[in-house]
């Protein structure tokens, strides 16, 4: 690989990213190997991956999406630079912008996240939730559920492997993985775990966020079957907005293609923000996989 211009990412030093995805340290959790392009304006990112002798960009679990980090906003790139796609013939990269010039190789997706700003009171945020899940809030509240934050990480690793939701990829349950992950994120300050439970203390749902340069990311999140008949998540991120109304965080949601959770989460008055995926696959058997795998799902 040509180092003058990918490096690694251990050797990069840079003011506070604006995401948690784009810190070295959570990138190297999640990914075992990435590698930084640089130009003066600009920093690509690239978590990759190596096989048959083909490197590949990917996006890695637990991440949305991985920005540039732009030092010059008058110089914001346009497309992928050409140096990537040489490097790694097949990839597929998220961002939160929109590249103006993208080249005619490239697969553009738009896909929707969902974000609440938490500057109001919670009176006026609460009056943005929709009727169904102030209902089901109430339901919650008569049924004793209560909430509280937890430091047991292994208790929320052995739950959310448990009762995570089916359509889930299985890279997103790597018990080893999140534990290390969330042990990190709440050694670093920037991460906290919550759960739901009932009169007899036993849980019924859990999450986990990140919380990071003013931002909190529900990052991973599970009920058991008896939490989804009593609404415990509901009751996990009520509780989550109560404490942090207010305030000048904002609460990514990280969207979801899985339509019931996607209501799940515009029910709290969370707004729409896009965002786009970019892929290329150049190399003849990145074009084939992708192939076998379109056949696959007919």
């Keep these: 690989m040509n180092k003058t211009i990918f490096n690694p990412i251990s050797d990069y030093s840079a003011d506070q990213p604006g995401r948690i995805s784009q810190e070295?340290?959570?990138?190297?959790?999640?990914?075992?190997?990435?590698?930084i392009f640089h130009t003066?304006?600009?920093?690509f990112i690239l978590p990759y991956i190596s096989s048959l002798g083909i490197n590949r960009v990917f996006i890695p679990p637990f991440v949305q999406r991985i920005d540039p980090i732009v030092r010059?906003?008058?110089?914001?790139?346009?497309?992928?630079?050409?140096?990537?796609?040489?490097?790694?013939?097949?990839?597929?990269?998220?961002?939160?912008?929109?590249?103006?010039?993208?080249?005619?190789?490239?697969?553009?997706?738009?896909?929707t996240n969902y974000v609440l700003k938490l500057d109001k009171g919670y009176e006026a945020l609460y009056k943005d939730y929709n009727n169904g899940h102030k209902l089901n809030l109430k339901q919650a509240t008569r049924l004793g559920i209560h909430v509280s934050r937890s430091i047991d990480i292994m208790e929320f690793t052995d739950f959310y492997y448990q009762f995570s939701h089916a359509d889930i990829p299985e890279n997103y349950k790597n018990k080893k993985k999140i534990f290390n992950l969330v042990t990190e994120c709440l050694k670093r300050g920037c991460g906290f775990i919550y759960k739901a439970v009932n009169d007899q203390n036993q849980i019924l749902a859990c999450a986990f966020l990140t919380n990071y340069n003013k931002r909190m990311v529900y990052l991973l999140s599970s009920s058991s079957p008896e939490g989804k008949k009593q609404y415990a998540m509901y009751t996990i991120l009520d509780d989550i907005i109560k404490t942090h109304c207010n305030s000048n965080l904002i609460l990514d949601?990280?969207?979801s293609m899985i339509p019931g959770i996607a209501y799940f989460m515009k029910g709290f008055g969370a707004e729409e923000e896009k965002y786009y995926v970019y892929e290329w696959n150049e190399h003849f058997l990145c074009k084939l996989?992708?192939?076998l795998k379109q056949f696959i799902r007919r």
Excluded: H
């Design 24 to 35: 070295p340290w959570y990138l190297e959790l999640v990914s075992k190997t990435n590698v």
């Design 40 to 43: 003066d304006s600009y920093d």
């Design 72 to 111: 010059n906003t008058n110089n914001t790139p346009q497309q992928i630079p050409t140096e990537i796609i040489t490097q790694f013939p097949c990839g597929i990269m998220s961002l939160s912008i929109k590249l103006k010039n993208p080249q005619a190789l490239l697969t553009e997706l738009i896909r």
């Design 253 to 255: 949601f990280e969207g």
């Design 289 to 291: 996989k992708k192939q």
